[in-house]
């Protein structure tokens, strides 16, 4: 239902996830009964919303600071967005009896591309993780 919806709005399905809508200038993406919207333009994202309230019975939890057990934090001023899987791996390791191991925290690089590799994908955007 959500899906015809949304195409309704002129929102497109992305070809790598079927639950990650978007148009030219927003990023929907649906897990279950989770809507995370992604756009800079807080407008944008009011008119989805009532539109998407008008349809669908909702809560809005205003600014998300967890998706999918990732911590999401913000720095608006620096542009930096920055998941955190601690959550879910302190879990992960309390399962398997490792909560005593040591992690250690790697950074990406800087405008660091995550992208499946298919043929038709750019070699110079390509990084593995």
Avoid: G, P
């Avoid at 720095?75 to 909560?99: A, G, V």
């Amino acid at each position: 239902m959500m899906h015809w919806f949304l195409n309704s709005l002129k929102y497109t399905q992305i070809h790598v996830n079927n639950n990650v809508f978007r148009n030219d200038i927003l990023f929907i993406t649906i897990y279950v009964d989770d809507i995370l919207i992604c756009r800079s333009d807080k407008n944008e994202i009011l008119d989805l919303k009532i539109k998407l309230s008008n349809h669908f019975e909702m809560t809005d939890c205003e600014i998300c600071k967890y998706y999918l057990k990732m911590l999401i934090t913000w720095n608006r001023t620096l542009w930096m967005l920055t998941l955190s899987q601690k959550i879910y791996f302190t879990e992960i390791f309390k399962d398997f009896s490792l909560q005593n191991i040591k992690t250690v925290i790697i950074s990406m690089k800087f405008r660091a591309y995550l992208i499946k590799i298919i043929k038709i994908a750019k070699s110079e955007l390509i990084t593995q993780y």
